[in-house]
């Protein structure tokens, strides 16, 4: 929330609030409500007590005499604070005031009265009520009070992007619009006047953890006096949201909403020591914040000490012990930089989100402190009574220096579409604050508080959004560098969405993470990729399979009655990589079905098997020209032992499939049962038969041959297949099992598996001598083989 005028002081343009908020609006800084400061204010006016008489039978309210510059009024009144000689705001009979409340005539006790002494809450200015809102002794009586306070303002309220910390401050947005009008921002100016003796003397800095907070400044001001604040600092944090507190509190939460650095001031005399030291907190230590809850902390939490305990959180919230009263006379002042990520860390651990956190884990300019504290200083000096100490205290071990970033005029223009020239383009980058030199390409240097710019296309943007989108051209075809043909990957992946949807799949999308305990039941043994800082302990895991989370959505629709399910799901797993903090990510593909087929006309709902997820990957393998494809017993932890198989392409490993084992199923709440396949895409595209070839229908006719075997129950059939493949050569055109058969009419212990096999040579017809040759070898070959008995009837 920041105030118009106070936008128009900081930027000299006249345009209206509307016109303001659209063209913020239209370059990313988005407006989202514009509210009238005043609006509870139409016929409210300055008005004197000069006198107060009781209320005959009530003793909590009086009579009050109000001077209205002229005219008088007697005015009902029961708040604890009025008192002859205030001047005060009078709601006249008609006023519209906060909480739908209008101003009638009533009477009390007998007693007319037709206007009302009002609250901050019932002005629309605060949410105080605990007595009425006191007006400055200069206060003219009789005039409008939006004009006496100059209230006749409007709010405007921005809804801010993460990466946009600069935006949390009223320079920051002023800069904005500096940039869109043409004109530079008019911070400020003032002069600090310091005394001889030297803080540096007085005060000493530290920073034990410079990673978690890379500077540290601090300045001394002295012989302060405590007191309100005058109205124009109070009207500033009142229209920004902010409650006034006292005059240093205020200073320090003003010149946070003005430059967007928060600050923080320390009662000297209680601050325990002469010296500054910065660590992170101890396991278990306690710490007491400003407002009065204990904390035991932990190592998250980066702690602002005085050598020996801590006297705040750094960049969250400061410390019950050396807060400011009404008592204080020496100020230790602080202004620093705090890493975002370690600020996220320790107020989530604090469950604690304030005004100085929110700009910190937006990343705050390291290289701003100097102008934020001075200012500060300079307020307290003016406004307290202060004396600032000579010189900043300044612990800046590392320094952050601006980056510099090239820009190419002719890739922004092509990026764009525009073209734009490049003097337009260095008046907008100038506008911004970022120092330009060359013309092309242009060497830019981005100021500290853009983090957010890290490379050419950030800059680029920076030029469309002041340039305006609206002022880049409609393209009517597709051009330029933005236009990205698909890769192999994606273009796999859309095929794959065309042929299982067609297949009667639905496609799920998760989010990745699991509980590590869900992830060990899946996967055994399998590395893990934990994160640090979970949202949730339900997720603290990223997957290293797809059938963790496919089994939870599974699980989450039979909860809620979908029983029948046909699923596929294209997405990564999570891997631990080369060292701390690193991982790898792969492609995946799982397909499950449970429950039944859908009932149509031309066919009855049947329960869905093994065969419905081995026939979805055999249409993908036909599609894909994957030759090689098989499918091997091996025994997978999340499958039934007896179906439980490895899919391979030439003999390198591409995944599993089988059905998911009871054990498994009864972890995710499943009463029924579930067929899987996970498959790992990257070695699957390397199988991919790219180069499609075709040829030409058959001349010769088939000789095709069926045989039947009868061979041990441990002889697998694909063994049987292989060998037929071997025996035959390319006269095999194709071989298939048709039928397998265990029942009274074989032995036990043996199982019978009918193979047919379909004969053709290019070259000529087969007689029947040939193929019967051809069988009597195979067949010698697999008794000796497998020990197998042909079957002839």
Same mark, same amino acid.
């Given at each position: 929330? /920041?105030?118009?005028?106070?936008?128009?002081?900081?930027?000299?343009?006249?345009?209206?609030?509307?016109?303001?908020?659209?063209?913020?609006?239209? &370059?990313?800084?988005?407006?989202?409500?514009?509210?009238?400061?005043?609006?509870?204010?139409?016929?409210?006016? @300055?008005?004197?007590?000069?006198?107060?008489?009781?209320? +005959?039978?009530?003793?909590?309210?009086?009579?009050?005499?109000?001077?209205?510059?002229?005219?008088?009024? !007697?005015?009902?009144?029961?708040?604890?604070?009025?008192?002859?000689?205030?001047?005060?705001?009078?709601?006249?009979?008609?006023?519209?005031?906060?909480?739908?409340?209008?101003?009638?005539?009533?009477k009390i006790r007998g007693v007319e009265s037709a206007a009302m002494i009002c609250s901050e809450r019932e002005l629309g200015i605060s949410?105080?009520?605990?007595?009425?809102?006191?007006?400055?002794?200069?206060?003219?009586?009789?005039?409008?009070?939006?004009?006496?306070? $100059?209230?006749?303002?409007?709010?405007?309220?921005?809804?801010?992007?993460?990466?946009?910390?600069?935006?949390?401050?009223?320079?920051?947005?002023?800069?904005?619009?500096?940039?869109?009008?043409?004109?530079?921002?008019?911070?400020?100016?003032?002069?600090?006047?310091?005394?001889?003796?030297?803080?540096?003397?007085? /005060?000493?800095?530290?920073?034990?953890?410079?990673?978690?907070?890379?500077?540290?400044?601090?300045?001394?001001?002295?012989?302060?006096? /405590?007191?309100?604040?005058?109205?124009?600092?109070?009207?500033?944090?009142?229209?920004?949201? %902010?409650?006034?507190?006292?005059?240093?509190?205020?200073?320090?939460?003003?010149?946070?909403?003005?430059? *967007?650095?928060?600050?923080?001031?320390?009662?000297?005399?209680?601050?325990?020591?002469?010296?500054?030291?910065?660590?992170?907190?101890?396991?278990?230590?306690?710490?007491? #914040?400003?407002?009065?809850?204990?904390?035991?902390?932990?190592? !998250?939490?980066?702690?602002?000490?005085?050598?020996?305990?801590?006297?705040?959180?750094?960049?969250?919230?400061?410390?019950?012990?050396?807060?400011?009263? !009404?008592?204080?006379?020496?100020?230790?002042?602080?202004?620093?930089?705090?890493?975002?990520?370690?600020?996220?860390?320790?107020?989530?651990?604090?469950?604690?989100?304030? +005004?100085?956190?929110?700009?910190?884990?937006?990343?705050?300019?390291?290289?701003?402190?100097?102008?934020?504290?001075?200012?500060?200083?300079?307020?307290?000096?003016?406004? &307290?009574?202060?004396?600032?100490?000579?010189?900043?205290?300044?612990?800046?071990?590392?320094?952050?220096?601006? =980056?510099?970033?090239?820009?190419?005029?002719?890739?922004?223009?092509?990026?764009?579409?525009?073209?734009?020239? %490049?003097?337009?383009?260095?008046?907008?980058?100038?506008?911004?604050?970022?120092?330009?030199?060359?013309?092309?390409?242009?060497?830019?240097?981005?100021?500290?508080?853009?983090?957010?710019?890290?490379?050419?296309?950030?800059?680029?943007?920076?030029?469309?959004?002041?340039?305006?989108?609206?002022?880049?051209?409609?393209?009517?075809?597709?051009?330029?560098?933005?236009?990205?043909?698909?890769?192999?990957?994606?273009?796999?992946?859309?095929?794959?969405?065309?042929?299982?949807?067609?297949?009667?799949?639905?496609?799920?999308?998760?989010?990745?993470?699991?509980?590590?305990?869900?992830?060990?039941?899946?996967?055994?043994?399998?590395? $893990? @990729?934990?994160?640090?800082?979970?949202?949730?302990?339900?997720?603290?895991?990223?997957?290293?399979?797809?059938?963790?989370?496919?089994?939870? @959505?599974?699980?989450?629709?039979?909860?809620?009655?979908?029983?029948?399910?046909?699923?596929?799901?294209? *997405?990564?797993?999570?891997?631990?990589? *080369?060292?701390?903090?690193q991982w790898v990510e792969k492609e995946r593909l799982v397909l499950a079905v449970t429950g039944h087929s859908p009932h149509t006309w031309?066919?009855?709902?049947?329960?869905?098997?093994?065969?419905?997820?081995?026939?979805? %990957?055999?249409?993908?393998?036909?599609?894909?020209?994957?030759?090689?494809?098989?499918?091997?017993?091996?025994?997978?932890?999340?499958? +039934?032992?007896?179906?439980?198989?490895?899919?391979? %392409?030439?003999?390198?490993?591409?995944?599993?499939?089988? =059905?998911?084992?009871?054990?498994?199923?009864?972890?995710?709440?499943? =009463?029924?049962?579930?067929?899987?396949?996970? @498959?790992?895409?990257?070695?699957?595209?390397?199988?991919?038969?790219?180069?499609?070839?075709?040829?030409?229908?058959?001349?010769?006719?088939?000789?095709?041959? !069926?045989?039947?075997?009868?061979?041990? $129950?441990?002889?697998?059939a694909g063994d049987l297949v292989e060998v037929v493949k071997e025996s035959a050569g390319d006269l095999a055109e194709s071989v298939e099992?048709?039928?397998?058969? #265990?029942?009274?009419?074989?032995?036990?212990?043996?199982?019978? /598996?009918?193979?047919?096999?379909?004969?053709?040579?290019?070259?000529?017809?087969?007689?029947? +001598?040939?193929?019967?040759?051809?069988?009597?070898?195979?067949?010698?070959?697999?008794?000796?083989?497998?020990?197998?008995?042909?079957?002839?009837?």
């Amino acid at each position: 929330m /920041i105030s118009y005028k106070w936008l128009k002081e900081l930027t000299g343009l006249d345009w209206s609030p509307q016109e303001m908020a659209e063209r913020l609006t239209l &370059c990313g800084t988005a407006c989202e409500y514009i509210d009238k400061a005043d609006r509870y204010m139409d016929r409210v006016v @300055v008005g004197k007590v000069t006198a107060l008489k009781p209320v +005959e039978g009530a003793a909590k309210i009086q009579l009050a005499t109000v001077d209205l510059g002229g005219d008088g009024m !007697d005015v009902i009144c029961g708040a604890p604070n009025v008192a002859v000689g205030q001047k005060v705001p009078v709601a006249l009979e008609g006023a519209k005031l906060a909480g739908d409340m209008v101003i009638k005539k009533v009477k009390i006790r007998g007693v007319e009265s037709a206007a009302m002494i009002c609250s901050e809450r019932e002005l629309g200015i605060s949410d105080d009520h605990s007595g009425i809102m006191v007006l400055e002794a200069d206060a003219v009586l009789g005039t409008p009070l939006a004009e006496q306070l $100059q209230y006749d303002d409007y709010i405007l309220t921005f809804e801010l992007t993460p990466n946009r910390g600069d935006s949390m401050s009223a320079i920051g947005v002023a800069r904005d619009l500096a940039a869109l009008g043409g004109t530079e921002v008019r911070r400020p100016s003032f002069e600090l006047k310091e005394v001889s003796a030297k803080a540096s003397d007085s /005060i000493k800095v530290s920073i034990d953890d410079p990673e978690g907070c890379p500077r540290y400044a601090a300045r001394l001001i002295r012989n302060v006096k /405590i007191g309100p604040s005058p109205w124009w600092l109070k009207r500033k944090l009142l229209t920004s949201g %902010v409650r006034p507190i006292s005059n240093v509190v205020d200073i320090t939460n003003l010149v946070m909403l003005e430059t *967007g650095h928060p600050l923080h001031a320390f009662d000297l005399d209680r601050f325990g020591s002469r010296e500054v030291v910065v660590r992170r907190a101890a396991d278990g230590e306690e710490f007491v #914040t400003l407002d009065g809850e204990r904390h035991e902390l932990v190592p !998250d939490v980066l702690l602002i000490t005085n050598g020996k305990v801590g006297v705040a959180a750094g960049g969250i919230m400061g410390g019950l012990d050396s807060e400011i009263e !009404d008592t204080t006379t020496d100020i230790l002042l602080e202004a620093a930089y705090f890493d975002p990520a370690v600020i996220r860390k320790g107020r989530k651990h604090l469950g604690l989100v304030t +005004e100085s956190s929110s700009r910190f884990e937006r990343g705050a300019d390291p290289n701003g402190i100097p102008y934020a504290i001075d200012r500060a200083a300079h307020l307290m000096q003016e406004l &307290c009574g202060g004396e600032v100490l000579k010189g900043i205290v300044d612990c800046y071990p590392g320094a952050i220096e601006p =980056k510099e970033i090239t820009l190419r005029p002719s890739r922004c223009n092509s990026v764009l579409g525009t073209s734009i020239a %490049v003097s337009r383009m260095k008046e907008i980058l100038q506008g911004l604050e970022f120092t330009v030199t060359g013309d092309d390409p242009m060497k830019v240097t981005v100021p500290t508080f853009r983090p957010d710019i890290e490379r050419e296309i950030d800059l680029i943007e920076e030029v469309a959004r002041i340039e305006g989108y609206d002022n880049i051209p409609d393209a009517v075809a597709n051009i330029g560098p933005l236009y990205t043909p698909l890769g192999r990957l994606d273009r796999f992946k859309a095929d794959a969405r065309h042929i299982l949807t067609g297949s009667g799949f639905d496609e799920i999308v998760n989010h990745g993470l699991v509980h590590q305990n869900q992830s060990s039941l899946v996967n055994p043994g399998q590395p $893990q @990729v934990k994160l640090t800082n979970p949202a949730s302990e339900e997720l603290n895991t990223m997957r290293n399979s797809l059938v963790t989370t496919t089994l939870n @959505v599974i699980s989450h629709n039979l909860a809620h009655r979908n029983l029948d399910l046909c699923l596929f799901e294209l *997405g990564k797993v999570y891997f631990p990589g *080369g060292g701390p903090g690193q991982w790898v990510e792969k492609e995946r593909l799982v397909l499950a079905v449970t429950g039944h087929s859908p009932h149509t006309w031309r066919s009855r709902p049947r329960p869905y098997d093994f065969y419905d997820v081995s026939g979805a %990957v055999d249409h993908l393998a036909r599609h894909f020209n994957w030759s090689g494809l098989t499918y091997r017993p091996h025994r997978f932890s999340a499958f +039934e032992g007896d179906l439980s198989f490895q899919m391979t %392409v030439d003999n390198i490993e591409m995944g599993f499939l089988g =059905k998911v084992s009871a054990k498994i199923s009864e972890a995710f709440e499943i =009463k029924q049962p579930v067929y899987l396949a996970e @498959v790992e895409l990257e070695p699957l595209l390397a199988a991919e038969e790219v180069r499609k070839e075709y040829r030409p229908l058959p001349v010769y006719p088939a000789a095709p041959r !069926d045989l039947a075997l009868v061979v041990d $129950q441990s002889v697998k059939a694909g063994d049987l297949v292989e060998v037929v493949k071997e025996s035959a050569g390319d006269l095999a055109e194709s071989v298939e099992i048709f039928d397998l058969y #265990t029942g009274k009419q074989i032995d036990k212990g043996k199982k019978s /598996i009918a193979i047919s096999i379909n004969y053709r040579s290019d070259e000529g017809s087969l007689s029947s +001598e040939q193929v019967d040759q051809m069988q009597k070898a195979l067949v010698s070959r697999l008794k000796k083989n497998f020990n197998a008995q042909i079957r002839d009837k």
